[in-house]
């Protein structure tokens, strides 16, 4: 088992953290989720508060306080993550990103938070070994970021894939295929808990969050290579290459990088193209410039 620690700040998720428990958990997900979408679609327009505030269905004033409370940050901020421009910035230097990252152990001076993930790999011959006594419980829960699918096994999460109303049937039969040896249980109510510390920041648990995995020896090394880089950074395919020691083989990490089934958590979303464009995402690309610009705005990346 390899344990690796992902640095999460979570300096504005102070407001989040200090409203009562019955405010904190009021239903807005969706409405939030729906804004953020807008936002990424019409950025280059940029938006005025009031035209986000109609994509979420409310008032100006009431959309800024539920924006702030759900995601950590303003509208506005995140508003300017969201561009082609900011992602070039963040990966100026990226080839240092990995290694800067070991170097500090994720816990330099600046660090608030860290949400720590314990990552075991299942290999596939385990995987057949295990058959039908692998029970993965599963739930569909509405999160700031959008719409997800979380999968749960007594080892811990084994899948987390954002969706949309038109794909949530595809993913949910994704789901099933990529574990059809196992014993598939819907419990909603069971898996809500692992999806609301999933997203979040504010409350870090006494115990690391346990991830289960499944792949081959190369996948799982590029995956651990994704949980070194920083929240709120991103770096280019070739560099994940040169951090695993095969820097000739991007097209294969490109492809470990699309096989993640645990997206967050394992951010795939950090890696993007050397021009700075954002593209092919498993769940995607409009998630994807929603995570990034919600990891940017959160983290303070430069601007």
Same mark, same amino acid.
């Given at each position: ?21 019955a405010e904190r958990h009021l239903p807005f997900n969706r409405q939030v989720a729906a804004a953020i979408r807008y936002v990424v679609e019409h950025y280059q327009e940029q938006p005025a508060l009031e035209d986000m505030a109609t994509a979420a269905g409310m008032s100006p004033f009431h959309f800024q ?16 993550? !969201? ?48 058959? #039908?006594?692998? !029970?993965?419980?599963?739930? !569909? ?12 096994? #007594? ?15 595809? !993913?949910?039969?994704?789901? #099933?295929? #990529? ?34 995995v499944r792949g081959t020896n190369f996948q799982v090394k590029v995956w651990e290579a994704l949980l070194r880089i920083p929240f709120g950074r991103l770096v280019s395919y070739q560099t994940i290459a040169r951090a695993i020691g095969q820097p000739r083989a991007v097209r294969a990490v490109g492809r ?48």
């Amino acid at each position: 088992m390899i344990t690796i620690a992902a640095a999460h700040p979570a300096e504005s998720f102070a407001e989040l953290a200090a409203e009562p428990e019955a405010e904190r958990h009021l239903p807005f997900n969706r409405q939030v989720a729906a804004a953020i979408r807008y936002v990424v679609e019409h950025y280059q327009e940029q938006p005025a508060l009031e035209d986000m505030a109609t994509a979420a269905g409310m008032s100006p004033f009431h959309f800024q306080r539920v924006f702030k409370r759900w995601a950590g940050i303003s509208p506005k901020r995140f508003l300017q993550y !969201v561009t082609l421009e900011h992602a070039k910035r963040a990966l100026a230097g990226d080839a240092s990103v990995l290694d800067a990252a070991l170097d500090s152990g994720l816990s330099g001076p600046s660090r608030l938070h860290d949400l720590f993930v314990s990552c075991a790999a299942l290999t596939p011959g385990e995987f057949k070994a295990l058959g #039908e006594r692998l !029970v993965i419980r599963w739930g !569909v829960h509405d999160v700031p970021l959008g719409r997800v699918l979380i999968g749960v096994t #007594e080892r811990g999460v084994c899948w987390l894939a954002f969706l949309e109303d038109e794909n949530e049937p595809a !993913v949910i039969a994704e789901f #099933e295929r #990529e574990w059809q040896g196992a014993r598939l249980r819907r419990d909603d109510a069971g898996t809500a808990g692992a999806a609301a510390r999933a997203f979040d920041l504010a409350a870090p648990g006494t115990e690391p969050l346990p991830l289960l995995v499944r792949g081959t020896n190369f996948q799982v090394k590029v995956w651990e290579a994704l949980l070194r880089i920083p929240f709120g950074r991103l770096v280019s395919y070739q560099t994940i290459a040169r951090a695993i020691g095969q820097p000739r083989a991007v097209r294969a990490v490109g492809r470990a990088v699309g096989a993640n089934n645990i997206s967050w958590l394992i951010p795939c979303h950090r890696v993007i193209l050397a021009t700075g464009i954002i593209h092919n995402y498993r769940w995607g690309v409009r998630q994807k410039q929603i995570l990034v610009g919600f990891e940017a705005g959160l983290a303070g990346a430069p601007a």
